[in-house]
């Protein structure tokens, strides 16, 4: 049996520094945690980690072991890519919506759970979580050991909350508990943990899913640590002519087009620049046109998404073409 780091599951090891799992320590049986974790949890470090086709690994392995999944998406992360990835497991499964304290008071739950399950052709259960608030966690439990289920694989994508909420869960039932290690990096987790929380649950967390593409590079601590909001989203809304742009921190221009309204969810630590003349800012940036529908969801994959209110032609130029969905708003009830 390898010893593995108990703040992130890797495989400890004494003998390469680059790698996951290193600690300077020469007895390993003597190691909770790797050095990693040590200077996240006590320095607060930054690292950036890569793990190799991490998604694959991870339905491959939940594919062949978990009895049940709880999958986290967070509100602004929802979008084909990451709700593929939750029907894409076999195994019975609900959805969690995660950080419930970010989502904007005036939405709804009921009416986005139907249009969830409307939209995305979703059967399963959906819960509502967060861990900051400590809301609906008590229930999320009950319901799973009510059903005589004893152990539960907590997936989703990275960031989404996993890791905290197991330690939330688990210090419910136990004092003193050591800590998985949990940060506002992506990929802290690194391979499956499993955690006993009681005699009827084991609780497994997981390395996160990976977008395929995100607005920031890995080293952007700055632009990664405000992409995810700390605190509940205000929704901002602007009245558009056709001259307006708007700027998305240096890395997407939206060029309107149109008479229109457009409001934003993603995080409020994200500057928006309005422009109302031909600039030619940020036009060295990739170039693509999008057709909208009235009231539609723009999505920028790894920031959130915009309420568009009227049909338009928008152009974009991007810092990568392929962040963008779009979606019947999230607003609308779908008849189908
Ligand atoms: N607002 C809010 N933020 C949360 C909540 N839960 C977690 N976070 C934040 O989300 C970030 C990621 O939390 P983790 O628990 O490490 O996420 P994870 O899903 O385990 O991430 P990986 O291990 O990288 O896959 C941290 O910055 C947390 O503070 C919540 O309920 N509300
Ligand atoms: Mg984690």
Do not use: W
Not at 21 to 36: F, H, M, Q
Not at 58 to 72: G, H, T
Not at 260 to 276: A, D
């Amino acid at each position: 049996m390898m010893n593995k780091c108990l703040g992130c599951g890797a495989n400890l090891q004494n003998t390469r520094k680059d790698e996951v799992g290193y600690t300077p320590k020469k007895d390993l049986s003597k190691v909770k945690y790797c050095e990693r974790c040590f200077k996240i949890n006590n320095y607060n470090s930054k690292f950036i980690t890569t793990l190799d086709n991490v998604n694959n690994y991870i339905i491959k392995e939940v594919n062949k072991k978990a009895k049940y999944v709880y999958f986290m998406i967070d509100f602004l992360n929802i979008n084909n890519e990451t709700i593929n990835s939750f029907n894409q497991l076999k195994c019975p499964k609900s959805l969690i919506i995660s950080k419930l304290d970010i989502i904007p008071k005036s939405i709804n739950k009921d009416r986005l759970t139907n249009f969830l399950k409307k939209n995305y052709n979703i059967k399963e259960n959906i819960y509502y979580q967060s861990t900051k608030k400590n809301l609906n966690n008590k229930m999320l439990i009950k319901n799973i050991v009510e059903q005589g289920i004893k152990e539960v694989y907590i997936l989703g994508y990275t960031n989404s909350g996993k890791s905290n909420l197991i330690n939330k869960i688990n210090s419910y039932f136990n004092e003193n508990i050591e800590k998985i290690t949990t940060s506002s990096i992506p990929n802290t987790t690194i391979d499956f943990i499993k955690i006993k929380v009681s005699d009827e649950l084991v609780l497994v967390d997981s390395p996160g899913f990976i977008l395929n593409n995100v607005i920031y590079k890995m080293d952007e601590y700055d632009l990664i640590e405000r992409v995810n909001p700390k605190k509940y989203l205000k929704p901002l809304t602007y009245q558009t002519k056709e001259n307006t742009a708007f700027e998305i921190e240096d890395k997407i221009r939206i060029d309107a087009n149109s008479v229109n309204s457009f409001t934003f969810y993603i995080s409020n630590e994200l500057k928006i620049k309005r422009l109302f003349n031909d600039s030619d800012k940020l036009t060295n940036l990739d170039k693509i046109e999008l057709h909208i529908e009235a009231n539609s969801d723009l999505i920028i994959k790894s920031l959130g998404f915009i309420n568009i209110k009227k049909a338009c032609d928008l152009s974009i130029y991007t810092c990568n073409k392929e962040l963008f969905e779009i979606r019947n708003s999230i607003f609308e009830v779908v008849n189908k």
